[in-house]
């Protein structure tokens, strides 16, 4: 079983596009912070910022040489996040190809076996049988005559 804080710790890390560029740049090699911070658009603390949150996520590495930092990926730490996609895509594919066979089937079971004829064009729309209008409420008050329009006031209404 993967453990989901490990997992929810990868995949949050792994969140951001800032996050995945500092990955992808160390899986070509170990850089040092300020070589991961070169090609970004973002300052050297912001840079920081997320180092340390790959570093919570176990997805990187770091270590001093003096006072130089130096950041290697931890490929190991991507194995439970490979796993859990690894699981729930060939849940997928498996139920997608189910589904495939399915309509595959119903497809062949309705293809006629000879051209039917096509159905008659429509040339024209149905009648539609007129719907008796009543008038609204308010009119049909409004032609009974004077006086019957009158607001009445409600009790919980009080005038301020």
Do not use: C
């Amino acid at each position: 079983m993967v453990n989901s804080h490990s997992l929810d710790a990868a995949f949050s890390a792994l969140s951001d596009p800032s996050r995945r560029a500092i990955l992808a740049r160390l899986a070509r090699s170990e850089r040092t912070v300020g070589e991961l911070a070169e090609p970004l658009p973002m300052s050297l603390p912001a840079v920081s910022k997320h180092l340390r949150i790959l570093e919570q996520a176990g997805l990187v590495a770091a270590s001093r040489e003096g006072r130089t930092r130096r950041i290697r990926l931890v490929p190991a730490a991507l194995a439970p996040a490979q796993d859990w996609i690894a699981r729930h895509r060939a849940f997928w594919e498996e139920s997608l190809d189910a589904l495939a066979l399915y309509l595959e089937r119903a497809r062949a079971s309705k293809e006629p076996t000879e051209k039917s004829p096509d159905p008659p064009a429509r040339t024209s729309r149905p009648a539609r049988s007129p719907t008796p209008r009543r008038p609204l409420p308010s009119l049909a008050r409004a032609r009974a005559g004077p006086g019957t329009l009158r607001r009445k006031s409600s009790p919980a209404r009080q005038p301020r």
